[in-house]
T-cell receptor, first 115, second 114 residues
Framework: DTAVSQTPKYLVTQMGNDKSIKCEQN?????MYWYKQDSKKFLKIMFS???????INETVPNRFSPKSPDKAHLNLHINSLELGDSAVYFC??????????????FGPGTRLLVL | AQSVSQHNHHVILSEAASLELGCNYS??????LFWYVQYPGQHLQLLLK??????LVKGIKGFEAEFIKSKFSFNLRKPSVQWSDTAEYFC????????????FGSGTQLTVLP
């Protein structure tokens, strides 16, 4: 049983296009996240979100927007894709908000290549 | 804001060798510390974590880590590595009571030669 799933696994697209990556978790967690992993494997938080609060990393361009239709889903929509957006995007989730001690569970990643 | 440094970018060991991967963080307050592992082509998995109490924590697959507060370090160790330990290892930290802003180090690629 997949705990955190992402679709698509691979995404190749042209500059300027708009694309979405979907994420679903079946763990009953309250909080979900999006991370970007660059070509040097450096992981950076983009968003954290529960049904009451969206926290955005201030370095994330506003072309990126998370959309949550319900507690189990957090999709990432990207407008006007740029070459520098090429990366692996990981979704994660964690249980109820606490003192930051919750383990985050990661999805398999979506490899985005912008041509 | 917190930051995490992993000074070893690539470590190559033979099977049965001992492993120590360095992790230092920068933050003045109380922190939660994590080690995650990413096997080739797979997602990140938690190896171990430290919140409080005994500074020596044991994780899965024979890994352990020691929190040394005075050195702001949380080094990962394994007495005898296996070929299957070949992976990318990430140290991560968040500030206690934070809004779960987990900050990752740049990762250490471990290659274990059979």
């Amino acid at each position: 049983d997949t705990a955190v799933s992402q679709t698509p696994k691979y995404l190749v697209t042209q500059m300027g296009n708009d694309k979405s990556i979907k994420c679903e978790q079946n763990l009953g967690h309250d909080t979900m996240y999006w991370y970007k992993q660059d070509s040097k494997k450096f992981l950076k938080i983009m968003f954290s979100y529960n049904n009451k609060e969206l926290i955005i990393n201030e370095t994330v361009p506003n072309r990126f927007s998370p959309k949550s239709p319900d507690k189990a889903h957090l999709n990432l929509h990207i407008n006007s894709l740029e070459l520098g957006d090429s990366a692996v995007y990981f979704c994660a989730s964690s249980p109820r908000r606490g003192e930051g001690q919750e383990t985050q569970y990661f999805g398999p990643g979506t490899r985005l290549l912008v041509l | 804001a917190q930051s995490v440094s992993q000074h070893n970018h690539h470590v190559i060991l033979s099977e049965a060798a001992s492993l120590e991967l360095g992790c230092n963080y920068s933050y003045g307050g109380t922190v939660n510390l994590f080690w995650y592992v990413q096997y080739p082509g797979q997602h990140l998995q938690l190896l171990l974590k430290y919140f409080s109490g005994d500074p020596l924590v044991k994780g899965i697959k024979g890994f352990e880590a020691e929190f040394i507060k005075s050195k702001f370090s949380f080094n990962l160790r394994k007495p005898s590595v296996q070929w299957s330990d070949t992976a990318e290892y990430f140290c991560a930290v968040n500030a206690r009571g934070s809004a779960r802003q987990l900050t990752f180090g740049s990762g250490t690629q471990l290659t274990v030669l059979p």
